[in-house]
């Protein structure tokens, strides 16, 4: 999981959970203020009722007009607790309450005809909002002694808008909350993108500093902040590694000049030794030397081009005839293709390129030389074609042999990589080549690939046109 999504994640759960613990605390509130409300004017109509009862003439007497209540507006039930009813308000025909096991409030539900029940004409607009026939009421039980007698008293108020009121705000308050956590979420995340871009920024530029770009470094932000202290670690590291791989490559560039000079004296005697009368014995062991010379002198060839090559950042550019450098180190390998019974086939569109014919060339050769060596004996082919894509100069080279292993084609290009390490002795070579041929294409402003696969290997390659 991405930064971003966990940092979005983390706030959007906490500001559900803040959000909902706010809504049940303001949810409670609402309930309870007005249940306190309603147990009052219970309450105080508990207390007209037991007021306007009297005993007269040896019985029970209820004088409604003493109250200024409307009594028919509630379920009210006065009785002896001997037997008798002493007062009932005509909502006890439509339903009927029981005792409850104590004196105090509760809470009942109960089937009736909402037609049976008063509800306000001011809230008139709101009665749809109230769903079924079962109705809450809210029950106050009273025992009371008037003279030697005790008397029960019922009374319960229905709250059937109330209810339906309740319902409504909880559910527009699960969607505020719904709506309030989907908006957090898009906030969230948009704000995480904005907190991460510079994150961003300093991984992109990471990817893009290379081994020949290591003099490039992450932009400073202006805020010194803890991804100003990053980029500061990450740009003292890359300080590190270019004066490294400085001295690496001006130590492999001094060493191979070095090697250069003796190596060519000893070469030179040793050539003097061969045009000697010498023994059959001596001659083999003094030539497979000069073998070795040789594989030693094109290594430090080799060695001074890369060091050469790595050193450039730019490189001459004119117009250069692809079709005529390609036919040219193609008969310069004329004998090699005969002698393995190579067939070598191209199709070359007449395009100019824009570079340095000699480094040209000295692409084409090594990737043919390539071509060749690793071709199928007596009956290969190689397949060289060059066309114009999007303003480029696309360039196929295929040749028929061993395939190359998938897990080694990312590291071909890379310097002494060898995809087989007999290949070295059977073929020659130094395994710079490769590495050679892409950085020359690279400082052309090109870029180079490889696949291989059904028994073809492919390299292809990009140049700007002329």
Sequence with gaps: MKVRTKFTTWIALNS????????????????????????????????????????????FY?????????????????SK???????????????DIPLLQDDGFGSVERKIDLQDIWLDPLESDDFDEIKGDTVKF?????????????????????????????????????????VTTMGIVAISYFLAGKLLEPIGTINRKIKSIRENSLDERIPLGKSKDELYTLSLSLNAMFDRLQHSFTKQKEFISSAAHEMKIP????????????????????????SRQMVNLHRLN????????????????FIERN????????????????????????????????????????????????????????????????????????????????????????EDLPYIFEQFYRVEKSRAVEYG??????????RIIELHGGTISVESKSGITTITFYLPIA
């Design 319 to 406: 117009a250069v005839n692809l079709p005529v450098i390609i036919e040219k180190v193609l008969e310069d390998f004329d004998l090699l293709l005969l002698a393995g019974k190579i067939q070598c086939t191209t199709n070359i569109e007449r395009i100019n390129v824009l570079g340095d014919k000699d480094k040209l060339v000295r692409v084409f050769i090594n990737l043919i030389d390539n071509a060749i060596k690793y071709n199928i004996k007596s009956s290969g082919h190689i397949t060289i074609s060059a066309a114009k894509e999007n303003e480029q100069a696309k360039i196929i080279i295929e040749n028929s042999g061993k395939e190359i292993p998938a």
């Design 81 to 95: 607790e001997s037997g008798g009813i002493i007062y009932a308000s005509p909502l006890t025909q439509s339903v």
């Design 138 to 178: 809210k029950v106050l039980q009273l025992t009371s002694k008037k003279g030697s007698e005790a008397i029960s008293l019922i009374i319960a108020k229905p709250l059937a808008l109330y209810t339906a009121e309740l319902d409504e705000l909880l559910h527009e308050m699960l969607i505020i909350i719904i």
């Design 16 to 59: 559900f959970l803040a959000a909902l613990l706010f809504s049940l605390a303001v949810y409670h509130e609402i309930i309870e203020e007005p249940e306190k409300l309603i147990k009052r004017e219970l309450l105080d109509i508990s207390n007209a009722v037991l007021t306007a009862t009297e005993i007269k003439e040896g019985g």
């Design 429 to 438: 070579g130094t395994g710079l080549g490769l590495t050679i041929v892409k």
């Design 298 to 313: 094109k290594l430090v060839k080799d060695l001074l081009d890369i060091s050469q090559l790595e050193h450039k950042e």
């Design 263 to 286: 190596l060519a004296i000893v070469m030179l005697s040793q050539e003097e030794i061969l045009s000697r009368n010498l023994s059959e014995d001596m001659y083999r062991e003094l």
């Design 62 to 78: 209820f004088a409604a007009s003493l109250t200024d209540y409307p009594l028919e507006r509630y379920y009210i039930r006065l």
